[in-house]
């Protein structure tokens, strides 16, 4: 699988149309087989897994018929999903939380203006949000065996590296020229490296999850390679965000995992830990001499010159502000769906997407967004201290925290993956099927 997924980084680059081709063929493969094995094995998750580790691949390379396609071919593989396989009486939560997004709409259809197009504004802002439901109530409470969590992760990393791939081949080597400091856009494929880094940071926090989770040699040296190319592709955009976002996880997985070990595990653990150490200082140190120093500087707040900047958030304190005021001033009802980009226009003088999710509930939802926010923290803490269960739990959560606080929803990944924090994972050694003795036995 992996080189195959490397041939179609190659094909790609050498015939940009074929992404198209790649995208359409993904989605129809995994209906036929969502479809035909009616989602006896959650084929819907792995599906959807897919789709949300190749959106921005996607994007980048001109693959999606509408930019927002990866979000929708996300919500239709989990819907037949839950067709098939219903979803848990215990979800009520999560169908109160697609409720209260309602009365944004309706607030939206008569706040913003002529001449923005409602159903793109609508689109834009909500189809995270709804992908971010659907994900949840697919998941929550859904019992899946640990290989086939595995497999959903593999599915999720595989097109991962066919971007990271793809990018290798399209920008070999960096030139001091055209380093940018502040995203650096010709190591990311002329794409955004925010969400170019968001990705990449998942993919290395999956990779060095493997080095602990599967038991291979030959595969751990195959992860720990990857982890090094993606690690490196991910800091070279100069995004801080999904980098800083990835290590939060990691730290967060290994030490809920080094802490369900016995003391003999545990030992085999602290040299893995200290590899995964020695990989990121490295990576670390390849990353700076190839950007001639210069990414010291960014992580360090600094411009080309050396100098402190003012503001380590690039301008989205101000954002932030402004979707607070707007909840200041309409605090029941909001300003309505899509409005934040109009009053960011008319109250800052600037044309730009939020990149906070939980600004832009609270300013455009209202109250109902508050409360829509309780249920997104609170209901996956009741259930991860009910079972503690599931390894990635405080790394998904933290992945889906730390990227709408960046990066908003403008992908389908922290949607998915904060639904996958919600899966009760049954180990199949530790839960084995205790079969009724035969008459006579």
């Known amino acids: 699988m992996l080189l195959i997924h490397a041939v179609i980084a190659i094909i790609i680059y050498l015939f940009r149309p074929a992404a198209t081709f790649y995208s359409l063929a993904a989605i129809g493969y995994f209906l036929f087989i969502v479809i035909q094995s009616q989602n006896r094995n959650n084929e819907a998750l792995m599906a959807a897994a897919y789709i949300a580790g190749a959106e921005v691949f996607w994007r980048m390379t001109g693959g999606l018929i509408f930019y927002e396609t990866g979000k929708y071919a996300v919500i239709l593989f989990l819907l037949i999903g839950l067709f098939f396989k219903g979803t848990s009486s215990k979800a009520v939560p999560f169908w109160t939380y697609l409720?209260?997004?309602?009365?944004?709409?309706?607030?939206?259809?008569?706040?913003?203006?002529?001449?923005?197009?409602?159903?793109?504004?609508?689109?834009?802002?909500?189809?995270?949000?709804?992908?971010?439901?659907?994900?949840?109530?697919?998941?929550?409470?859904?019992?899946?065996?640990?290989?086939?969590?595995?497999?959903?992760?593999?599915?999720?990393?595989?097109?991962?590296?066919?971007?990271?791939?793809?990018?290798?081949?399209?920008?070999?080597?960096?030139?001091?020229?055209?380093?940018?400091?502040?995203?650096?856009?010709?190591?990311?494929?002329?794409?955004?490296?925010?969400?170019?880094?968001?990705?990449?940071?998942?993919?290395?926090?999956?990779?060095?999850?493997?080095?602990?989770?599967?038991?291979?040699?030959?595969?751990?040296?195959?992860?720990?390679?990857?982890?090094?190319?993606?690690?490196?592709?991910?800091?070279?955009?100069?995004?801080?965000?999904?980098?800083?976002?990835?290590?939060?996880?990691?730290?967060?997985?290994?030490?809920?995992?080094?802490?369900?070990?016995?003391?003999?595990?545990?030992?085999?653990?602290?040299?893995?830990?200290?590899?995964?150490?020695?990989?990121?200082?490295?990576?670390?140190l390849i990353s700076s001499i190839q950007t001639f120093g210069l990414i010291g500087n960014r992580y360090t707040n600094r411009d080309a010159a050396g100098q402190l900047k003012d503001d380590i958030t690039t301008g989205r304190v101000e954002l932030i502000v402004t979707e607070l005021h707007a909840f200041y001033k309409h605090p029941v009802l909001g300003i309505g769906v899509g409005k934040g980009f109009e009053y960011r226009q008319e109250n800052l003088g600037i044309e730009i997407?939020?990149?906070?999710?939980?600004?832009?509930?609270?300013?455009?939802?209202?109250?109902?967004?508050?409360?829509?926010?309780?249920?997104?923290?609170?209901?996956?803490?009741?259930?991860?201290f009910k079972f503690k269960n599931n390894y990635y739990f405080l790394a998904f959560v933290a992945f889906w925290f730390m990227t709408i606080n960046h990066s908003a929803m403008r992908i389908a990944l922290p949607a998915f993956i904060y639904g996958l924090a919600l899966l009760y994972i049954v180990d199949e050694k530790k839960n084995p099927v205790h079969r009724k003795r035969l008459a006579g036995q």
């Open 99 to 284: 409720l209260i997004l309602i009365p944004g709409i309706v607030i939206g259809s008569m706040t913003i203006g002529y001449d923005t197009n409602f159903r793109k504004a609508i689109a834009f802002n909500l189809s995270g949000p709804v992908c971010l439901g659907v994900s949840a109530l697919y998941c929550y409470y859904k019992k899946i065996k640990r290989s086939d969590f595995e497999k959903v992760l593999v599915m999720l990393l595989l097109p991962l590296l066919s971007q990271m791939l793809y990018l290798y081949i399209y920008t070999p080597s960096l030139q001091e020229g055209i380093i940018s400091l502040s995203g650096n856009y010709a190591a990311t494929g002329g794409y955004g490296p925010n969400q170019i880094s968001t990705v990449f940071g998942l993919g290395a926090f999956i990779l060095v999850s493997r080095l602990f989770t599967v038991k291979d040699k030959v595969i751990n040296i195959i992860d720990l390679i990857l982890l090094g190319m993606i690690g490196y592709r991910a800091i070279v955009t100069f995004s801080r965000g999904g980098v800083f976002t990835a290590i939060i996880c990691v730290v967060l997985f290994i030490i809920f995992f080094y802490y369900k070990q016995d003391i003999k595990s545990q030992g085999k653990i602290n040299t893995k830990i200290l590899i995964v150490t020695s990989s990121f200082i490295i990576i670390w």
């Open 353 to 384: 997407a939020t990149h906070n999710e939980i600004s832009r509930l609270l300013s455009e939802h209202g109250l109902l967004g508050i409360f829509a926010l309780s249920i997104l923290i609170f209901v996956p803490l009741v259930f991860w």
